[in-house]
């Protein structure tokens, strides 16, 4: 009888476990340029904050959309979810890490941040990737959507 009591205060401690790692975050549930769930995305979430508001997307791919498509207005911030504990982090002063073998979200090339820069570190021995700042996340990001925006012609040759 005991091993069943057992049992289920084991089977109590991984649920809250399971449900503590799918806290929702902020609003919205949703990435309004793409509809991706952010707390299923909370490691590469997002927040800009602008003079008026307040925009949270699923990543910095669509934080850059957002700023495109709000030209002129202020940013007064940059928030990103930590990787490794999935807060909301300031993204101008976290470690960035650009590339790796990990996937990453909305990208063809990932681009993860970490609140501290041995986070960053341990992630490039095991995935790989390279340490960046966010003007270089940025701007690789802003070079990525203008590529996938070229249009695709013909290889050259004429026929």
């Keep these: 009888m005991k091993k069943f009591w057992l049992a289920v205060a084991m089977l109590f401690a991984v649920s809250a476990v399971c449900l503590a790692a799918d806290t929702k975050v902020e609003a919205p549930a949703d990435c309004k340029h793409c509809g991706m769930n952010r707390t299923q995305f909370a490691q590469s979430r997002m927040v800009v904050t602008y003079q008026d508001g307040s925009t949270g997307t699923c990543s910095i791919n669509c934080v850059v959309v957002d700023m495109k498509a709000n030209k002129g207005k202020e940013v007064k911030s940059f928030q990103v979810g930590d990787y490794d504990s999935k807060k909301l ?3 101008k002063t976290a470690t960035w890490v650009i590339g790796g073998k ?10 993860w941040a970490f609140a501290e820069k ?13 340490l960046a700042t ?3 996340v940025l701007k690789a990001t802003e070079k990525e959507l203008a590529d996938q925006d070229k249009p695709k012609g013909h290889s050259g040759h004429k026929m």
């Design 89 to 91: 982090i300031d993204a």
């Design 102 to 111: 990990k996937k990453g979200v909305m990208t063809p090339v990932a681009k």
């Design 118 to 130: 041995s986070g960053a570190e341990k992630f490039i021995k095991t995935t790989g990737g390279k």
């Design 134 to 136: 966010f003007d270089d």
